[in-house]
């Protein structure tokens, strides 16, 4: 190459870290950056009203698992913290599985629809997706309370004497969070569905397949990677879940994110806060690599 | 790194021992080696070749859109290899037209003017010229979206002579058209190049277009220049077997050169004057100069007939020699239609004097 | 129902789902802004049509400090991101591939892929120490961390338009005496201006919409209209939370309506 070439070649890779840099410096102060710092400060002691103490301590990392007992010192599992971890991972695939199974007949009958009335269909699953989480647990809220919706109209019904208390329970939050984080299932397997090429249902049917056959046999494998990724879309931001369980699940029924907070409020144990946000995180990252496989390997569908 | 040298008299454009590489290392790739070209002011010139042997990149390098790896590019003499394509007075019709979809017609005529810094009047008055020579005047404020393919393939040609460029560079301009717009745009280009005598450097897959359209043709192959000249030089001379074989339909015959001369496999001797004095050499005779005879006639090579294809004003009549190698022969149908041939026919074959020839591999 | 031919692309039982999926995920929602018209003071007793609440919420000062609040920061967020995304997406996209390319992708795309609290949890801990150290209370730490977690979502949008630009018209352009600046002004940027605003849009609205990382970095009496629901809700609620609600929904609707009417393709 002439070094007029390379100077071309220089220019546009040193163009393009240029272009990029105001975006990558404000990502790595405000994004990137600070999850470092969390790393590091799991690494160290709680101080007395909040923040840390500098001093290397593991007390944090074994903290998420154990207790320990104030007047002898032994570990013991904390029983409290296993409560919580379970209750998240229960209810993140619970919401992740009902997701799916509400959610791909509501992408299919999306994908489906005539091409005009498509584009109206989608646009009302993407109204509640841009629409504040917050909005959409408080409305979840006003129909299950004591009080709310529900209660009131059966019992106005005479139904009911006294109101079912849904909320506050597993139930509700598992509920709350299946109402918020259905249209991040439904957007991925719709998107899916679409490349769907719709003549393979034609040859499925001709070559005696029944529509449960071809359902299973066809379109679940080729759609899987639209599957795939509605699943960790759900899954990753349910497991994550702040709002959704503070409002339905109230103070008893915490999840992993009320459980970090807590940490940081009342608690004043920023270091356990710190490594319970960092396990989190190799969760969700783990995850996220489980679906790069899939997405990567599964290409057949013309990605 | 502009040193002018001494123009060749009328030459507009030059490539001077240009390479171009593609990629690094290993899998670097040699899209030009080693071209020299010399275009004349004033002509239309046609690149022509099979898809992938570097004349799309030759043309890139005119317009500046590459850099060689080594070797120049002169405009006029001056060198202008590292001249960006924006400062180079050379413009180009794109394959895909590339018009800009949020501007007019008249918009994207005007927009080399605009971006040269013509006043506004003069711009007008050669936009309304442009849209005249184009006959597209009623479309003027069109959008290219609302246009067929036809009248997109003038407002590109519009919009590259425009600003009247030293050089009109065509990548393909017709290939999108169907045969018939095409057939059209051909008579329009030529009519073009005569009106505003700019020098057209034309490339293009297809051998018709560039024999009909061309003063001269360059070939090009593999990357290398094979044969310059004329459309008569180019069919009738080709350098080479593939010069010979990209441009129309030919025979080729393994063959021995003797004094005066080359000896066929069959052992007949082809008379050739200016032929080497010995070794191995490829004879080649296009189909229309194959005469068929009455068999044993003096001078013929015995052949016998094969297959007959009928192709309306021709007839092509395979035939196979004595050593099995075969031969076709173009022969105008008769008003019958029946070339009163056989298969399994014995005939007799002779080539029209001064008509094979013997080319390089 | 008999179908009268076989219908290849229905399934069982699926339409069905469907639209009862379609009805309960607006049936709250529209409850909610019915309730927001409720001229009761009880929210779960209907007595008639009124603006009552919305008054309340407007002549609140707690309120219209947090909608002015979340109004300029969403304003100021979605400028700043859109406007580095845009530089982002041209350094990145159309060019030859260039070393650390992917490292850029992944930078860009890290607040799509990291759970909300953990951000949130990761600037409180950066944003104490750097409050501590510099005694700095304003709204920057805010601005920062939206302009950040927005950058995705602005970036998006602008990079599928510019890698479904074609390249040659920049070519063109260059080819037509247009300078670096010109070719830029004249036509990459305009036919990249739906693509700008779009992610403008998205932009704004993840700003409006964010909770969780606006909770745990606010300085005290930096409420946003979310947060300031958020504490609302734990207290007591009121049909004054429906009213906010029901306009911030409306703003949302708009804004994507806009957004689907610029990105909806033409020609």
């Not at chain 1, 296993?82 to 009958?109: D, E, M, N, Q, Y």
């Not at chain 2, 190049?193 to 057209?200: A, R």
């Not at chain 3, 795309?109 to 120490?129: D, G, S």
């Not at chain 3, 939370?241 to 609707?253: C, E, F, G, P």
Request: with cysteine; hydrophobic share 50%; glycine share 8%.
């Amino acid at each position: 190459m002439s070094p007029a070439e390379q100077a071309q070649i220089r220019r546009a890779a040193r163009n393009g870290w240029l272009l990029s840099a105001p975006a990558l410096v404000i990502l790595a102060l405000a994004a990137v950056g600070p999850l470092i710092i969390v790393v590091v400060y799991s690494f160290l002691l709680p101080g007395k009203y909040g923040n840390v103490v500098w001093g290397f301590s593991l007390d944090a990392w074994r903290g998420i698992l154990f207790t320990r007992d104030i007047f002898d010192g032994t570990l013991a599992w904390a029983d409290a913290n296993l409560t919580i971890f379970w209750r998240s991972v229960k209810l993140s695939i619970l919401t992740t599985v009902f997701t799916f199974v509400v959610g791909f007949p509501t992408a299919w009958f999306i994908a489906t629809r005539p091409p005009r009335g498509r584009a109206l269909w989608l646009f009302l699953i993407t109204i509640p997706f841009w629409t504040n989480l917050l909005i959409r647990t408080f409305a979840i809220n006003e129909i299950i309370r004591n009080e709310g919706l529900l209660n009131t109209t059966l019992m106005r019904l005479g139904l009911i004497s006294k109101p079912i208390e849904m909320i506050y329970t597993d139930g509700a939050v598992f509920v709350g969070m299946t109402y918020v984080y259905l249209p991040l299932m439904v957007l991925p397997l719709f998107a899916a569905i679409d490349r769907f090429d719709m003549r393979l249902l034609e040859a499925g049917y001709d070559l005696y397949a029944s529509r449960w056959q071809v359902l299973r046999r066809v379109i679940l494998p080729i759609v899987k990677p639209g599957i795939v990724a509605g699943s960790i879309l759900v899954f990753v931001p349910a497991l994550g879940a702040y709002v959704t369980p503070r409002i339905l699940g109230g103070g008893k029924n915490m999840m992993i994110g009320n459980f970090i907070e807590l940490q940081f409020g009342q608690g004043r144990n920023w270091p356990l806060g710190a490594s319970l946000s960092v396990t989190l995180l190799v969760i969700v990252t783990a995850a996220l690599l489980v679906y790069v496989r899939y997405a990567n390997g599964d290409d057949r569908n013309g990605r | 790194m502009t040193t002018a040298r001494p123009a060749a008299a009328g030459t507009a454009i030059e490539a001077a021992r240009v390479v171009k590489e593609f990629g690094q290392g290993a899998t670097t790739f040699r899209a030009l080696d080693d071209v020299s070209i010399a275009v004349r002011e004033g002509e239309f010139f046609t690149l022509l070749g099979p898809s992938g042997c570097g004349k799309t990149t030759l043309l890139r390098l005119f317009a500046g859109f590459e850099m060689p790896s080594s070797g120049a590019i002169l405009l006029k003499g001056e060198d202008i290899t590292e001249l960006p394509p924006n400062k180079r007075p050379v413009n180009t019709v794109f394959q895909s037209y590339a018009l800009f979809p949020h501007l007019s017609v008249a918009q994207n005529i005007a927009f080399g003017l605009v971006m040269q810094g013509r006043p506004a009047g003069e711009v007008a008055a050669q936009v309304e010229k442009m849209l005249a020579l184009v006959k597209l005047e009623s479309l003027a404020g069109r959008r290219p979206a609302q246009l067929s393919g036809g009248q997109q393939q003038r407002v590109a040609l519009a919009r590259a002579l425009a600003p009247a460029p030293r050089v009109l560079l065509l990548d393909e301009p017709l290939s999108a058209l169907d045969l018939k717009l095409r057939k059209e745009m051909q008579i329009e280009l030529k009519r073009l190049q005569t009106e505003t005598g700019i020098t057209f450097i034309f490339v293009t897959h297809d051998q018709e277009e560039a024999l009909t359209m061309s003063d001269r043709i360059g070939v090009m192959s593999a990357g290398k220049l094979q044969q310059v000249g004329t459309p008569r030089d180019i069919y009738t001379r080709p350098v080479n077997r593939f010069v010979a074989s990209f441009i129309g339909e030919t025979n080729f015959l393994p063959a021995t050169a003797v004094p005066g001369g080359v000896r066929l496999a069959t052992g007949d001797v082809v008379a050739l004057p200016g032929a080497p004095a010995s070794g191995a050499v490829t004879l080649t005779v296009r189909p229309e100069q194959v005469r068929l005879v009455a068999a044993g006639e003096a001078g013929s090579i015995a052949a016998t007939v094969r297959a007959l294809v009928y192709f309306g004003t021709d007839t092509h009549c395979h035939l196979a020699l004595a050593d099995g190698s075969e031969l076709v022969a173009r022969l105008q149908s008769p008003a019958t239609g029946d070339a009163g041939l056989a298969q399994g026919q014995a005939v007799g074959v002779t080539f029209v004097p001064g008509a094979a020839q013997i080319v390089g591999d | 129902m008999a179908a009268r031919s076989f219908s290849i692309s229905r399934l069982p039982g699926f339409n069905a789902i469907a639209v009862l999926v379609f009805v309960v995920l607006y049936l709250p929602i529209i409850v909610l802004v019915i309730y927001s018209f409720n001229a009761g003071r009880s929210i779960s007793d209907w007595e008639g049509l009124s603006l009552h609440w919305y008054a309340v919420a407007w002549d609140n000062d707690d309120v219209k400090d947090a909608t002015i609040r979340s109004l300029y920061l969403a304003v100021t967020a979605a400028v700043i991101s859109t406007a580095v995304a845009t530089m982002a997406a041209l350094g990145t996209t159309r060019r030859r591939a260039f070393r650390g390319q992917t490292f850029i992708y992944v930078m860009i795309n890290q607040p799509l892929m990291v759970p909300e609290i953990v951000t949130a949890v990761a600037l409180l801990i950066f944003f104490a120490a750097i409050r501590q150290a510099t005694g700095y209370q304003g709204m920057g730490y805010l601005v920062a961390a939206h302009a950040a977690f927005c950058i995705p979502f602005a970036y998006l949008p602008i990079r599928a338009r510019l890698e479904g630009m074609d390249l040659t018209l920049e070519t063109a352009a260059s080819d037509l005496y247009a300078s670096d600046w010109q070719v830029f002004r004249h036509v990459t940027f305009p036919i990249l201006l739906p693509g700008i605003l779009a992610g403008l849009m998205l932009a704004f609205v993840t700003s409006l919409d964010d909770v969780v990382i606006t909770v745990f970095i606010k300085s005290a009496g930096q409420d946003t209209l979310p947060t300031y629901m958020l504490g609302q809700i734990r207290r007591q609620v009121t049909g004054e939370i429906n009213a906010i609600s029901s306009a911030l929904l409306a703003l949302t609707v708009a804004l994507l309506t806009l957004f689907f009417l610029l990105t909806r393709k033409r020609d």
